[in-house]
């Protein structure tokens, strides 16, 4: 799963650095998003089933199924809105590899869908913040998952002003802000490339203490 994430957000790093597009082509820079997109759903499928397997006690692991419906447990919901902002991804810079898009495609097909999947990935972040932290604020440098949570936190922030940057007029098809949406872009995967670093040691390390 940690490799996942920092496969996809290496690859989303690499798409928003300036001057990858001026080498690889507009194609180039489309397809290397959309394949970072596919690392991250996997990636977030894999958090999701996680979550499940985590199932409360009492309920018998046989009966736990992909998409178990869980709504008491908040660590069920943010792996699920996470694994739903994921799919938006993969439609958003799926339909970006086309050439040639009309306008209103472009805004209704790329920006929208991007859109969600931003507020997916804030309200996943939000969610998981807030059960690490058992509350909306708490100091725990200390702990592994603090500060993983934190940088997907700030992560998910970023990826959200880019979407707002990267809006895209539906008459005429201009972006807003491509420079600000590509270096929110680029903020935003190297916090999430931090985070699935940390995930690794995370694993194998023992809880702090609270």
């Known amino acids: 799963m940690a490799v996942l994430f920092a496969a996809g957000s290496l690859l989303f790093a690499l798409g928003s650095v300036p001057g990858y597009v001026n080498a690889v ?4 820079d489309t397809v290397t998003y959309f394949v970072g997109s596919l690392f991250f759903t996997a990636a977030a499928f ?3 089933r996680e979550a499940v397997d ?6 018998n692991p046989a009966h736990r199924r992909v998409f178990t419906f869980q709504p008491g447990r908040v660590d069920w919901w943010a792996t699920a809105i996470q694994l739903l902002g994921t799919w938006y ?8 590899t086309v ?16 859109a969600i999947g931003s507020v997916c990935f804030l309200i996943s972040s939000v969610l998981a913040w807030y059960e690490v932290c058992h509350g909306w604020s708490a ?3 200390r702990s592994w998952s603090w500060w993983i949570t934190l940088a ?3 992560g998910s922030i970023a990826f959200g002003v880019s979407a707002a940057a990267g809006y895209i007029n539906p008459l005429t098809g201009q972006v807003h802000n491509a420079a600000r949406a590509d270096t929110q872009t680029l903020i935003g995967a190297i916090c999430f490339l931090i ?3 940390l995930l690794m040691p995370e694993r194998t390390s023992k809880p702090a203490p609270v």
Not at 25 to 28: F, H, K, L, N, W
Request: charged letters at 15%; a neutral charge; aromatic letters at 8%.
């Open 139 to 141: 100091w725990r440098p």
């Open 152 to 154: 997907n936190l700030i």
């Open 54 to 59: 985590a199932a409360p006690d009492g309920l």
């Open 46 to 48: 894999l958090s999701y």
């Open 89 to 96: 991804f993969n439609v958003s810079t799926g339909v970006a």
């Open 99 to 114: 050439q040639n898009l009309s306008a209103t495609t472009a805004h209704q097909h790329v920006w929208r869908p991007d």
């Open 25 to 28: 082509g507009e194609r180039g």
């Open 195 to 197: 985070g699935a670093v």
